[in-house]
């Protein structure tokens, strides 16, 4: 069994920061990319990043500049660190990793159980 969890939400005024974590645990053989989405009321889950193996890294154009995706592969880790936050960040925030739990196993994606963020104005 495969679980990832966020931590790191919380409630931010608008211009200040806050950094997510997601660890994933469980039996894992091999983790390919690791991802934020986020989710706000009313809309689609969005792309925020995305993060290779190797590191090649992909934005959404809304956070370019703002938020920054690492990963720690030997703890199975992906972080979010978002910074001069806007009111329209705003979202439960939920991250994902595409992993197999065996060598003979297909890759799968798993997802986190979401935590909010929330930009107060």
């Known amino acids: 069994q495969v679980q990832l969890v966020e931590s790191g939400g919380g409630l931010v005024q608008t211009g200040g920061s806050l950094r997510l974590s997601c660890g994933a645990s469980?039996?894992?053989?091999?983790?390919?990319?690791m991802g934020w989405y986020r989710q706000a009321p009313g809309k689609q889950r969005e792309l925020v990043a995305t993060i290779t193996s190797g590191g090649r890294i992909i934005y959404a154009d809304s956070v370019k500049g703002r938020f920054t995706i690492s990963r720690d592969n030997a703890k199975n880790t992906v972080y979010l660190q978002m910074n001069s936050l806007k009111a329209e960040d705003t979202a439960v925030y939920y991250c994902n990793a595409d992993l197999a739990t065996s060598w003979n196993s297909p890759y799968d994606m798993y997802w986190g159980q979401g935590t909010q963020v929330t930009v107060s104005s």
């Open positions: 469980g039996s894992i053989f091999r983790i390919n990319d």
